[in-house]
């Protein structure tokens, strides 16, 4: 790409002056703004550009990123992000614009999102936020609990003849539930205590929760937590060998379809001590909105699940910060 003019933003305009103290401001994303080296992500993101059009400067990468992370956190779309940069004086200073500034419309920051998914760099800013919750000494490794939440697709599923817009999205039966849902599937990795998100990985919501677990154990725990659905003599085995207690609760097979009361009484206390990860989960859903994937296709799925479980990281990580 090559060279463009970008526009210089977050200049105190002289209307903000005469504003009284504190207003706009917003307890939660000015604790972020403190936390946060956001030179760091910065450096990260300097090679993308925002292709603004003719004899138009465009905005800087980073006003553009911190835009998308408050969609996620609150679950905006692309045009209600839009109205809120240009309602909120809170989302305006979290971003680095100042009053009187212009906000970016939902077609820069669509561009945008689509960019920074080509890019491939939401694996490397994820990277970057977790190494952060690290150093801050948020991140507490006793254990990671395992799991995984459906969440429905924004397109009509297929039906009779006529295929769905989304050839990605699959079918899924909810254990213990009547009927199905088309969509995705989010696996994760979740910080025993903290809370935090520390792996994720998004599929078909057909696939299932056993095989991508692996990937999603980070080999700097203590323990693993995780219900039935993974239970297999490889992972325990794995996982032992790398000084990692396996708490995995133990599933019934044909050679012992009844399991013996020690392993029922050993899976009811894991399952209450991973209850904690449906916390994670019922926030993502519930106060961030992520019940629905509201883009085509698995890539742009990832890049939604990815961008919400940073949201969500940094969400928490205002929360148990005094």
Known sequence: MGRMSVKRTGQPSFIEALLPKGLGSHGQLDKLSGLVKWYRFEKLLAHLRDE?????????VLVLFRAL?????????????EDALNDRLSFKRFVGLSLEEASPDH???????????ESGLLEKLFAELDHQLDKAGVILKRGTMLDATIIEAVSAPPKNERPSNDPDARFVKRQGKSGSTFGYKAHMGVDEGSGL??????????????TPADNLIRGDECRVWADAAYDTHVRRARLKSQGIKPRIARRANKH???LPPR????????????????????????????NLIRYIGLTKAKAQVMMAAMAFNLRRWAAITP
């Open 69 to 81: 992370l408050l969609q996620s956190l609150y679950g905006l779309s692309d045009r209600e992000l």
């Open 256 to 258: 012992h379809p009844e």
């Open 52 to 60: 603004a059009g003719p004899g138009r400067p465009g905005y800087p």
């Open 197 to 210: 998100i520390r792996a994720v990985i998004t599929t078909p919501a057909n696939v299932n929760d056993t």
């Open 107 to 117: 077609t820069v920051l669509h561009r945008f999102r689509n960019l920074l998914i």
């Open 263 to 290: 392993l029922k009484r050993y899976n009811r206390l894991i399952a209450r001590r991973r209850a904690a990860v449906e916390t994670t989960f019922a926030t993502l859903k519930c106060r961030m909105r992520m």
